[in-house]
């Protein structure tokens, strides 16, 4: 069965970075879009950045310019790289993947999710 467990979330303050892990299992890794997704309190989930086999890449506007997204194919992990972050970054980041659908074209993974962690940024 699929599984997906981030790591790496924690408090740091505005401009600072962090960096996201997603370790994968049980499911063909190079077959697959692979993405994050942050949820804010109070706010619906969001996608924020995708990946797929061509290694293509896709971001929410709103963190463009700041976060890239990686995977490592040999260790299937996938990992979000954080800067200059943003009190509105705050937020449970979810590890996502569509195991079916080795390209994700203009659409972010959703069928499977990692239970999520947290990242604080403050003032």
């Known amino acids: 069965r699929v599984q997906l467990v981030e790591s790496g979330g924690v408090s740091v303050e505005t401009g600072g970075s962090l960096r996201l892990s997603c370790v994968t299992s049980?499911?063909?890794?190079?077959?697959?879009?692979l993405g994050w997704h942050r949820q804010a309190p109070g706010k619906e989930r969001e996608p924020v950045a995708s990946?797929?086999?061509?290694?293509?890449?896709m971001y929410a506007d709103s963190v463009k310019g700041r976060f890239t997204i990686s995977k490592d194919n040999a260790k299937e992990e996938v990992y979000l790289q954080m800067n200059d972050l943003e009190v509105e970054d705050s937020g449970m980041y979810y590890c996502?993947?569509?195991?079916?659908?080795?390209?994700?074209?203009?659409?972010?993974?959703?069928?499977?999710w990692g239970h999520g962690i947290q990242v604080t940024v403050s003032s």
């Open positions: 049980g499911f063909t890794f190079d077959y697959a879009c």
């Open positions: 990946t797929d086999r061509d290694d293509d890449r």
């Open positions: 996502a993947v569509d195991t079916e659908r080795p390209f994700c074209g203009d659409v972010f993974p959703k069928d499977d």
